[in-house]
């Protein structure tokens, strides 16, 4: 079995920063891809901020230039960093992490989310 683990939401004012970390443990081989997700109450889950294992990287346009997503292989976590919070950025941000067990097999886990509010 795969787990996700996001860490390091809470309540900031309009301007402020917040690190959300994401660690994957369990059967891992290897992990393709880990991506942050957000939603928002009355809206669908969208992406935020996605990296591959060779450190490719695709944003939201809503957040390039604020967020920085990164990631470190040998721990298996993801962080995003996040900078000029704006009201907007409030939701439950979720991380996901895609790759292969041990058994071979690939398994493409959610974590079960954390709460990003930001103040005006």
């Known amino acids: 079995q795969v787990q996700v683990v996001e860490s390091g939401g809470g309540l900031v004012q309009t301007g402020g920063s917040l690190r959300l970390s994401c660690a994957a443990s369990?059967?891992?081989?290897?992990?393709?891809?880990m991506g942050w997700y957000r939603q928002a109450p009355g809206k669908e889950r969208e992406l935020v901020a996605r990296?591959?294992?060779?450190?490719?990287?695709n944003y939201a346009n809503s957040v390039k230039g604020r967020f920085t997503i990164s990631r470190d292989n040998a721990k298996n976590t993801s962080y995003l960093q996040m900078n000029s919070l704006k009201p907007e950025d409030t939701a439950v941000y979720y991380c996901?992490?895609?790759?292969?067990?041990?058994?071979?097999?690939?398994?493409?886990?959610w974590g079960q989310g954390t709460q990003v509010t930001v103040s005006s």
């Open positions: 996901n992490a895609v790759g292969f067990r041990i058994d071979v097999f690939q398994f493409d886990n």
């Open positions: 369990g059967s891992i081989r290897s992990i393709s891809a």
């Open positions: 990296i591959t294992s060779d450190g490719y990287t």
